[in-house]
């Protein structure tokens, strides 16, 4: 069984493209996978056995028919609890939504569907994905798994947990101000945060719609690719999607496998660098920017001077388009309604159940939005900290008029220990430094796994940032250092995590 959910999406294609595996024989491996370790790791909220098996069966039947969908038919996936599955329970990590079962598919779940994806269930989050490490999560916290006593990242450390884990090949994830990326870096996955309206939000019960993308969580850059080939493109009902033709991102990944960066200008960002960075990760970071060098990179170092208040603008804009998002959740119209005694006006009800409902960081950040929001304080918060955005996109389109891509490391530590931060809103919100700026310009970003931290041996991640629409540049560049990096390694950085559950089948052995 090990063997079959250690191959990645790209083979498990192959695989049934010639007929060597049925989707419900590799559907059940993984299904098995995580019965056995999910009780430690807890990537899951839901586990849908019958369902997924039931689609696995039916991508069978088409296969057997000559009428696969794609490469991917018949490749189970697990997508975050933020997106609406019809038929499945979708929380978002709250108590508020307990047992609410969307009517309709988030457009990415339909074009999952429609593609021939069994769906595993859906991955745990932070609460209504605020936070960088899953313990907002009103189910318990996600456990990494390199080292179960730390926190995978967040908000959607069940999705790069399960896929960390092997328990699922590929997931769906969504990066408002790094979820996917940051994530990504402390599993030793590969997160993509596309460009703002590459992949529809329709369905995706929205944080903070202006920052809000759904994007691909894989152990290899092309298996990002293949995803976000399904995932993507234009979709009339999300008024921000982009109408365009988009190129290929598998045909991207493919070229970009062969290594080479030449002619490739590629510029270090200043201000994401020295103090506060954790010392094994500026190491790798440094050595992963001299092997671009050397496959032929030219690299600059390149300043931009407003990212260093990115944060302070983001901590303002989100919670301000989240406290308006949240109010929707009033106890009248989905899940969770809580009755005070006697007989209470409606506004006794709403407000019983909302205190009931929300968790502490999501009532912290309803009260910082209204606070921005108000009238007297509007211009002084929220309308700078909309100047400081536009400052934000204009570094990036200074930066990029000089170089191709952009790279920082994703995080700036390795997985630190449950608990740790969560009494410390500030020095959480300081893991997502590197990952934000992406999201207030809308620009496509890749995490892509870089090595292991000296100290603690936990792996780093390097974040590739390309202009907006260029998404198929970030698969371009993430691959070629994907195969620098495995070439130096002799092989995937996943193989050197500790194994859980049952190690080795008698054919690995072999
Ligand atoms: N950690 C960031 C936050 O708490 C980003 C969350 C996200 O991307 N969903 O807002």
């Given at each position: 069984?090990?063997?079959?959910?250690?191959?990645?999406?790209?083979?498990?294609?192959?695989?049934?493209?010639?007929?060597?595996?049925?989707?419900?024989?590799?559907?059940?491996?993984?299904?098995?996978?995580?019965?056995?370790?999910?009780?430690?790791?807890?990537?899951?909220?839901?586990?849908?056995?019958?369902?997924?098996?039931?689609?696995?069966?039916?991508?069978?039947?088409?296969?057997?028919?000559?009428?696969?969908?794609?490469?991917?038919d018949g490749v189970p996936i697990a997508v975050k609890d933020v997106l609406a599955t019809r038929g499945l329970a979708t929380t978002c990590g709250s108590k508020i939504l307990e047992g609410w079962v969307p009517p309709y598919d988030a457009t990415v779940v339909q074009r999952l569907r429609v593609a021939g994806l069994p769906i595993l269930g859906k991955t745990n989050m932070d609460e209504f994905a605020m936070g960088s490490s899953t313990e907002h999560s009103a189910y318990g916290p996600t456990h990494n798994p390199w080292d179960l006593d730390r926190i995978p990242g967040g908000s959607g450390g069940g999705s790069a947990a399960s896929v960390a884990a092997y328990e699922a090949p590929l997931a769906i994830g969504t990066d408002t101000g790094g979820s996917i990326r940051q994530p990504g870096a402390v599993t030793g996955t590969v997160g993509v945060k596309p460009t703002y309206g590459g992949v529809s939000r329709y369905g995706l019960v929205a944080l903070a719609n202006s920052l809000d993308q759904a994007g691909p969580v894989s152990r290899t850059v092309l298996d990002a690719a293949m995803l976000h080939d399904v995932i993507g493109g234009h979709d009339l009902r999300d008024s921000t999607s982009i109408k365009q033709d988009w190129p290929s991102f598998t045909e991207a990944a493919t070229q970009g496998a062969s290594g080479d960066l030449a002619g490739l200008k590629v510029g270090v960002i200043t201000e994401m660098q020295g103090d506060g960075w954790q010392p094994g990760v500026m190491a790798r970071f440094t050595e992963s920017v001299e092997l671009m060098v050397k496959a032929g990179a030219e690299v600059v170092e390149v300043s931009c001077p407003s990212f260093v208040h990115a944060l302070a603008a983001y901590y303002l804009i989100l919670p301000a388009e989240a406290s308006s998002n949240l109010a929707k959740f009033?106890?009248?119209?989905?899940?969770?309604?809580?009755?005070?005694?006697?007989?209470?006006?409606?506004?006794?009800?709403?407000?019983?159940?909302?205190?009931?409902?929300?968790?502490?960081?999501?009532?912290?950040?309803?009260?910082?939005?209204?606070?921005?929001?108000?009238?007297?304080?509007?211009?002084?918060?929220?309308g700078q900290a909309q100047k400081i955005r536009t400052l934000i996109s204009r570094d990036f389109d200074a930066a990029f008029e000089r170089v191709d891509v952009l790279v920082s490391p994703t995080a700036p530590t390795t997985a630190f220990r449950l608990g740790e931060k969560l009494d410390d809103p500030i020095a959480m919100y300081l893991n997502d430094l590197a990952t934000i700026p992406a999201n207030l310009a809308g620009v496509p970003g890749i995490s892509v796994p870089n090595g292991l931290d000296d100290e603690d041996s936990l792996p780093t991640g390097l974040q590739v940032l390309a202009p907006a629409l260029a998404d198929d540049r970030v698969y371009r560049v993430g691959a070629a250092l994907e195969r620098l990096l495995s070439d130096e390694w002799g092989g995937p950085l996943l193989d050197r995590a500790p194994t859980l559950g049952s190690a080795t089948t008698t054919e690995d052995q072999a």
């Open positions: 069984m090990m063997s079959l959910v250690r191959r990645t999406a790209a083979a498990l294609a192959d695989d049934l493209a010639a007929g060597e595996v049925t989707s419900v024989e590799l559907t059940e491996a993984h299904l098995d996978r995580i019965a056995e370790v999910d009780g430690d790791v807890h990537a899951f909220l839901q586990v849908d056995r019958d369902g997924a098996l039931a689609q696995a069966a039916e991508s069978d039947a088409r296969r057997s028919r000559g009428e696969a969908r794609g490469p991917l009033d106890a009248m119209r989905y899940g969770l309604r809580v009755t005070p005694d006697g007989d209470p006006s409606a506004e006794e009800v709403m407000r019983a159940t909302r205190d009931a409902g929300f968790g502490d960081e999501v009532k912290r950040r309803i009260i910082l939005g209204t606070y921005a929001l108000s009238s007297g304080y509007y211009d002084a918060y929220y």
